[in-house]
């Protein structure tokens, strides 16, 4: 039997509930940003060390919540019966879009000839071994399944139940752009991945879509800034 994905009427979080995790989890992540990094040095080290922490913490939250009469994994798209639907999908969408991204570095490398460069080449992020893996582990793996637990899953998942698909694609990846940081190097990236997770997760009904995709394109900037930092500079 083909697997079926429940409709957002069935399935999806409440709207308060939702809501309630979303705000612990922001004071959360202030708090932690605010207090406990006074327990690490100023450094690269330390940087990652609260990064990774209140990373962990928010999955442990969340892993709590869904234990809980209030949250199931199945409301936030995790179904036993489409997850490898999609993890296709997400690989399927991850490919199209990272060949879309070469296809446009070739043509600005034919017309300009020069590749961007998206990132300082002197990036402590793209230094090998550390802390370049440090990053890898944190901002390409660690990260982007919590962000699209929090996101896409509580976030889109809930306010999908009462709004339109455009209303809630624009509001929750100008949300998710807004914790990204102000500048426009961020924000313009933030605000499209935002957009793509949110339409592919509206798409599957299954989180591991996003979160594939989510992982694959941090992974594709990453591997750029490193091949840019020791190979084109």
Not at 44 to 69: C, E, H, K, Q, W
Request: charged share 15%; proline share 6%.
């Amino acid at each position: 039997m083909a697997e079926q994905p429940e409709s957002r009427e069935e399935n999806g979080p409440r709207i308060p509930v939702a809501l309630t995790v979303f705000v612990v989890l922001a004071a959360l992540e202030w708090i932690w940003g605010r207090w406990v990094a006074l327990l690490f040095p100023p450094s690269i080290n330390g940087i990652l060390s609260v990064t990774a922490s209140a990373r962990l913490l928010d999955g442990l939250l969340l892993v709590a919540m869904a234990r809980s009469p209030y949250l199931k994994w199945r409301q936030i798209g995790f179904q036993k019966e489409t997850w490898k639907r999609g993890v296709r999908l997400g690989v399927a969408w991850s490919l199209v879009l990272g060949g879309a991204a070469a296809t446009a570095l070739v043509v600005i490398h034919l017309a300009c000839g020069r590749l961007p460069r998206l990132f300082p080449a002197d990036s402590v992020w793209f230094r090998l071994p550390w802390p370049g893996m440090g990053y890898l582990l944190v901002a390409v793996m660690l990260s982007p399944f919590v962000e699209e637990l929090v996101f896409r899953g509580l976030l889109y998942g809930a306010l999908r139940k009462r709004f339109s698909v455009w209303v809630v694609v624009i509001l929750t990846a100008t949300l998710f752009a807004a914790v990204h940081g102000i500048s426009p190097a961020r924000i313009v990236p933030a605000v499209f991945g935002g957009a793509l997770c949110a339409l592919s997760f509206e798409h599957s009904r299954s989180l591991w879509t996003p979160i594939v995709i989510h992982v694959s394109g941090n992974g594709f900037l990453w591997g750029y800034g490193l091949w840019w930092a020791h190979i084109l500079k």
